[in-house]
């Protein structure tokens, strides 16, 4: 009756259920996972946000493909501030990141062709690659101070069917940006091995240092599809919508687009109130992305000073985004630090085999969370790694 691409194992895991359990308890929980924009106090302008919903448009039906021009126009402003001169033809609406993922697996892939992703990295390519047909093949990211491409590896791992390497600028949850030795790797691995490259920058605004950052939508020597969205970029997970950005040699990206274009014409993914009202949705960064950006500061500011006089944990270094991940003592594993952390203190983590780290030492937290949760809840933690070791 079902596709073999729905057999997933579908039991929750210890760490759900225990989760499930205490809050059928009524436990407090202080959850260090919590990433959804709209649960962590944030002040959204929420009067022009509604009002750009009314926007008298969306009462008539004129559909686009790509999405209408006012709208990708918005987009194309976005990125003229990132320095990447767009054209609005170059832009592609969807729903969400996920959906645009979907469209460009469709694009590039046969049944069976496979995609080259990262590990660590986040855990829903495997759902997306298997529910597209596709495989999707891991190369590692190793930390030596940094998080850096294994090129070796990479390599070794492209085969005759592989279509595309897929990079996440910055990686959730490692929060490293592509160096730029890496990103000219990955540009010539393209070229000379006829891959497009994907790249995912929902979280390319969140820089915590003053490196220089530079967006993959202006690179035009290969074809590059660079993916963003409104739910990171604004703070708008609920809005759905996000976009894909096609550049390359202009007459692979011509045909990337047209055929693109077919695949959007048959979904016409986004309604007309939400794109409508994208110009307004976008410039609401303008509010968010402060409040976030200094949200993500504070956190890791008082993470620092707390774990400044603790020897037990370490934290890997971040670029940018909304995640840190810290190395624990190696008594537990990361699943049973994960458990013991909530049994015993009430503190949600992620563990690292969520996300495929290769050692079982590291746990995932989020750095957005208020205050009030964020603080007690590493009080709590160091409490528990110094009872643990
Ligand atoms: C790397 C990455 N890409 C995409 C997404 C999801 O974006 P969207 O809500 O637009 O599907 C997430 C969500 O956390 C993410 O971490």
Known sequence: MFSERTNWLREANELTL??????????????????????????YPSERM??????PEALSYAPDPRGPISARQSVVDYYAERGAALHPDQ??????????YSFIFRLLGNPQDSILAPTPSYPLFDFLARLNDLNLIRYPLVYDGDWRIEREVLETRIESRSQAILIVHPNNPTGSFTSADD?????????????????????????????????FAKESRELVFTLSGLSKISG?????????????????????????????DTYLPVSAPIYMALPDLLAARRILQPQILGRLRTNLDFLDRRLAGSSLITRYRVGGGWYVILRLPPVLSDEEWALSLLRDSGVFVH?????DFACEENIVISLLPPPEVF???IERLL??????R
């Open 18 to 43: 225990l989760l499930e359990e205490q809050r059928r308890a009524g436990a407090r929980i202080l959850d260090l996972t919590e990433s959804n924009p709209t649960r962590c106090g944030f002040n």
């Open 50 to 55: 509604l009002g750009a919903l009314r926007h």
């Open 91 to 100: 832009i592609f609406l969807t729903s969400s990141t996920s959906e645009a």
């Open 183 to 215: 990103r000219e790797f990955v540009l010539e691995r393209c070229r000379a091995r006829h891959l497009a490259l994907i790249v995912d920058e929902v979280f390319f605004d969140y820089s915590l240092t003053t490196e220089p950052r530079s967006t």
């Open 236 to 264: 708008l997970p609920q809005m759905k919508c996000a976009w894909i950005v096609v550049s390359g040699p202009s007459e692979l990206a011509g045909d990337a687009q047209s055929r693109l274009e077919l695949i959007a």
């Open 351 to 355: 563990p690292g085999y969520f996300y």
């Open 375 to 377: 603080e007690p809840a």
């Open 383 to 388: 409490a528990c790694v110094e009872k643990g």
